[in-house]
C-alpha cells in the first residue's frame, strides 16, 4: 500500500507538472504568473469569484476523481488561500482569462505604436525646423556657401525656400545676393527680346509644323488639373517651349519637352500663391503682368539649363535615351536576375516602357508633387538629369519587381509596367527609391566596367561550327 501511494503519489505530482507545463509562456500581461502564485491587481475579482468546489479539469480526465487521495479536502470561500487549487480551479474561466490578457497585451502593442508614431512625428517635427533654420541662415548669408546649399537639399527642400533654391542650383542666378537683381533683371528683358524675334515666325510655312505640334501637346499636359487648361498659361508655355526649339534647331521640339516645365513653372508660381490656396485651382490671371512675365522667363531660362545636359535624348533619333535605356537593362541584369530573366521570357524590351521613363523624366509615372520632391535632388546631384536618373529609373523598377513577377505574360507585363498604381504615392516612397538609387550609383558609377561585362565566350557554338566545316571538307 505504501509503494502503491508513493507511486501514486508521483503520478499525482507528474500529472500537476504536466498541467502547469501546458500552461501559457510567460509573457507579460499572461496569467503564468498567477499560476505560480502572484496575485494580479486586475484579475483579483476574476479569482475571487472562482467556484472552488469544482473540480479541475486535466487533458486525462478530472484530477479529483484521479488522485482524489492526495489532494487536499477543499474549503469554504471565507478560509480559502490563494493556493493553486483555487487559482486553477474552473477551466470555465480560463478563456475569458485569456480574452482579456490578449486583449491588455494588443491594447499595450496599440499604445506602443501609437508611441512610436507620436515620437516619430515629432522628431521628424524637430528635424525639419533645424533644417528650416539652417535654410533661412544660409540664404540670408550675402555670398550663399553652394556646397551647403547642395548638402540640404538633397534629402527635400521646404516649399518656402524651393523657387529660390531651385533658380540657384540651376545655375540662372548667382550665389551672391547683390548681383541677383541685376542678373534676374537682364535674363527677364533678354527672353523677351527672343519672344519679339523668334514668336511671328510660328505661322510660316517652314516651322508651322513645329508649332502645330506643341499646340497640340499643351492641352493634353497634366489635363486633371485645372491650372495648366487655363487659356493664359498655356499660351506662356507655348512661347517658352517655341522660342526654345527655334534657339535649339539641332534638336528643335520634341514631344516630352513639354512636361519639363511644368514642374518649374509650379514651383515658381508657389511664391505668389496665398497660403492655404490649392495651386491646382488657382486663377493665374490674377497675377499682374509682371508676375506672369518673370514666371515665364524664368521658367524658361530654368528648362533651358536642364535640357543642356540631356539634349542629346531629343536629338535625330534620341540615342541619349537609347543608350540609358541599355544601361538600365545592363543593370537589372546585374542587380535583380529572377526579373531580368522574367522580362526575357516573356519578350519585353525595355525600351517599350523604359523610352517614357526617360523621355519624360518619370513625370507620367508618379504625381506631380512626387516629380517636384525628385527634382530636389536631381538639381542636388551632379549630372542629376542625365546620370542619376538612371538609377532612379533602376531603383523605381526593381521597386515593382515583385509584381511584375506575378504576371505571366507579355501583356500582363507591359499593362502593369505602363500603368503602375502611384497615384498616392508621397514624398515618403520617393525618398526609399532615392536612397536605393544613391546605393546603386555608389556601386556602379565609379566602375562603369562592370556595367558591361565582357560576353563569355559560347566554346559549344565554336566547337560545332568547326565540326560543319570539317564535315563540308570531307564531302
Known sequence: MRGGNKDQSNSSDRSLSNHTISSPQSKPGNIQSIIYG??????AHLLNNLDSQQPLKHKHGSLKNKHSSNLPAPTSHRHAGPGLGKRLNAEKNYDYISDYTTNISNLRISEDKNLYRTASQFLASEQESIKMEKF????SSENLDIDELIKLSWSG?????RPLTWKILSHYIPTCVGRRKETLDRKRKEYFAFVVKYYPSRFEEIHKDMYRQIHIDIPRMNPLIDLFQQPTVQDMFERILYIWAMRHPASGYVQGINDLVTPFFVVFLSEYVPSGTSIDNFVIDKLSQDILKDLESDSFWCVSNLLDGIQDNYTFAQPGIQEKVNVLKHLVS???VPLY??????EVEYLQFAFRWMNNLLMREIPLKCTIRLWDTYLSETNGFSHFHLYVCVAFLNDWSDRILREKDFQGIMLLVQNLPTKNWSEKEIGMILAEAYKLKYIFADSPRHLFPTQPINHEY???EDKDKNSDAIC
Open 38 to 43: 502572484a496575485q494580479h491587481p486586475p484579475l
Open 136 to 139: 533661412s541662415k544660409l540664404m
Open 341 to 346: 530573366n522574367h522580362l526575357r521570357e516573356n
Open 462 to 464: 565554336y566547337n560545332k
Open 157 to 161: 527642400i521646404h516649399p518656402k525656400y
Open 334 to 336: 546585374r542587380i535583380n
